[in-house]
């Protein structure tokens, strides 16, 4: 099994930013990359942001190209996604996960999932 817990959601203004952290715990030399996702009310929940463990290759949603980015530390077994320039419409519970399927884009890629960090940008 792997734990994922996420922190550093919170509340800021439009155009400002946040740092999201991710501390993974448990089995995780059986997962091969690590995921953001988000979810908003009413929506589907989406991915946002993935990356290796031991490559760092990346890939973002196009919705967050530029202003998001996501970093790993194998030292420590934590992901972050630095957000910048943030928008009302990154409003949502934002999701961290691992998985080793190697869909990095879809829900169905990952096996774990944390328990979710809110996300609030008012405008």
């Known amino acids: 099994q792997v734990q994922l817990v996420e922190s550093g959601g919170g509340l800021v203004q439009a155009g400002g930013s946040l740092r999201l952290s991710c501390a993974a715990s448990?089995?995780?030399?059986?997962?091969?990359?690590m995921g953001w996702f988000r979810q908003a009310p009413g929506k589907e929940r989406e991915f946002v942001a993935g990356i290796w463990w031991s490559s760092g290759r990346t890939l973002y949603a196009d919705s967050v190209k530029g202003r998001f980015t996501i970093s790993r530390d194998n030292t420590k077994n934590t992901v972050s996604l630095q957000m910048n320039s943030l928008k009302p419409e990154d409003t949502a519970v934002y999701y961290c996960?691992?998985?080793?399927?190697?869909?990095?884009?879809?829900?169905?890629?990952?096996?774990?999932w944390g328990q979710g960090t809110q996300v609030t940008v008012s405008s």
């Open positions: 996960a691992a998985g080793r399927s190697g869909i990095v884009l879809v829900r169905t890629g990952y096996e774990y």
């Open positions: 448990g089995r995780t030399f059986n997962t091969h990359y």
